[in-house]
């Protein structure tokens, strides 16, 4: 079967407000969706406007969702791929597609495109010499390149790319004119982590013991995937007990699970 070239969503319902904690990042990219909105505003004094932004953090902090809640908050269309899509892939696949997508993106600009792991493409180079042409990855990081570097800055098109790995990635990919802006997505503080279980507590019935501080202070070292992940446990646990809302004691079962899980999933990792 022919899978989607990307993933490619014309209207984005995300906006900052479901975006929890990360004030600063939210900050930093607010410029973006300015750019978006009215891009003529700001290159009229000779000025560029940056083509890209690199969002750098640990997985599950909420890179995405930024990148989205950017679309959505400058209501435009929302383009991604993933890096890792582009592991063995067949010689010149991940090329055309790089092709493929900018110039679908370009046809409905102004937009965001989003590459997710992209040090899974952007890695440093091979040193010494290129074998042959036929590695598949730094074919797709040259078309990214030349895409990058074949537009305007006022096309409207505004690629963010996230990544928990920025040491890896070529140098080339961070030259200006390219990714020459970092935003970091740090994990969650205490703070943080409280306005991240308001978001996800909201849709849920609660027993009245359920206090966002309290969980907040039950899950230190916890991303905003995490927080998410305890509160849909928490809800199917207590459903499985045939509560009539979620309390305290379901949340105690989560936070156990999530823990779990991610103890399992470093154990394979080490
Ligand atoms: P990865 O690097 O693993 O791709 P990521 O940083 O892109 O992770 P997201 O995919 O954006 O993380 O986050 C996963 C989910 O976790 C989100 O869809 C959301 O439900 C929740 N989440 C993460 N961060 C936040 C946040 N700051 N506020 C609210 N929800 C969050």
Known sequence: SKAALFDAENKVKITFKDVAGLEEAKEEVQEIVEFLKNP????????????????????????????????????????????????????????????????????KAPCIIFIDEIDAIGRHRSRGQIQGGNDERENTLNSLLVEMDGFATDSGVIILAATNRPDTLDSALLRPGRFDRQISIDKPDINGRTEIFNVHLKPLTLAPDVDAKKLAAQTPGFAGAEIANVCN??????????????????????VDRVIGGLEKKNKIIS
């Open 40 to 107: 003529s505003k700001f290159t009229i004094l000779g000025g560029k406007i940056p083509k890209g932004a690199l969002l750098v953090g640990p997985p599950g902090t909420g890179k995405t969702l930024l990148a989205k809640a950017v679309a959505g908050e400058a209501d435009v269309p929302f383009f991604s791929l993933s890096g890792s899509d582009f592991v063995e892939m067949f010689v010149g696949v991940g090329a055309a597609r790089v092709r493929d997508l900018f110039k679908q993106a370009k046809a």
């Open 233 to 254: 446990e928490a809800a199917l646990i207590a459903a499985r007990r045939n509560k009539k809302a979620v309390d305290q004691q379901d949340f105690n079962d989560a």
